[in-house]
T-cell receptor, first 114, second 111 residues
Framework: DVKVTQSSRYLVKRTGEKVFLECVQD?????MFWYRQDPGLGLRLIYF???????EKGDIPEGYSVSREKKERFSLILESASTNQTSMYLC?????????????FGPGTRLTVL | DAKTTQPPSMDCAEGRAANLPCNHS???????VYWYRQIHSQGPQYIIH???NNETNEMASLIITEDRKSSTLILPHATLRDTAVYYC????????????FGTGTKLQVIP
């Protein structure tokens, strides 16, 4: 079974703090993704990575950065947390090549910024 | 990606089959139908996907109409743990493709 794990299920931070969210997958997947999910707005892509040290902006990258130093690990960084970054953050991974690419999601991190 | 339409909510009695419909009339020939579900406060869980043939796995069956404009996800014996929001999405299967969820169907399994 594909397993995608995230470092925390719940996190509370203060405005201005630097926040690290970590995601690890154990299926040797090339692609990794960070999404945020908000009521009424659905799932929105923040960043994705298709290889080690490679990253591409998604639809809403402002205020975020990412790091992928190892294939299995993809980190999302909030440089200076703000209250509008309170959200559910979801990591996903998938193979890069093939006719039927399926993304597998982690359990999510519910971040509250006070 | 093709747009999908799902009913906002459905109820199903425990032990009965849950049939969740999805319309995707603008699907193109190389787009797959994927189903995910999301139990409250958890990450989305992949269920099943298909191109044009019906598919079955240990979780569910997927029936795709011959014209591919609609599909039905079938949970053969619904349990209380199947209460969740079910998302039908249509997307290319190749390479990088982000997942975009619509509003989905909230399935409530009733004891």
């Amino acid at each position: 079974d594909v397993k995608v794990t995230q470092s925390s299920r719940y996190l509370v931070k203060r405005t201005g703090e630097k926040v690290f969210l970590e995601c690890v997958q154990d299926m040797d997947h090339e692609n990794m993704f960070w999404y945020r999910q908000d009521p009424g707005l659905g799932l929105r892509l923040i960043y994705f990575s298709y290889d080690v040290k490679m990253k591409e902006k998604g639809d809403i990258p402002e205020g975020y950065s990412v790091s992928r130093e190892k294939k299995e690990r993809f980190s999302l960084i909030l440089e200076s947390a703000s209250t509008n970054q309170t959200s559910m953050y979801l990591c996903a991974s998938s193979l890069r090549y093939g006719p039927q690419i399926t993304q597998y999601f982690g359990p999510g991190t519910r971040l509250t910024v006070l | 990606d093709a747009k999908t339409t799902q009913p906002p909510s459905m109820d199903c009695a425990e032990g009965r089959a849950a049939n969740l419909p999805c319309n995707h009339s603008t699907i193109s020939g190389n787009e797959y139908v994927y189903w995910y579900r999301q139990i409250h406060s958890q990450g989305p869980q992949y269920i099943i996907h298909g191109l044009k043939n019906n598919e079955t796995n240990e979780m569910a069956s997927l029936i795709i109409t011959e014209d591919r404009k609609s599909s039905t996800l079938i949970l053969p014996h619904a349990t209380l743990r199947d209460t969740a929001v079910y998302y039908c999405i249509v997307r290319l299967g190749w390479g990088y493709q982000k997942v975009t969820f619509g509003t989905g169907t909230k399935l409530q399994v009733i004891p």
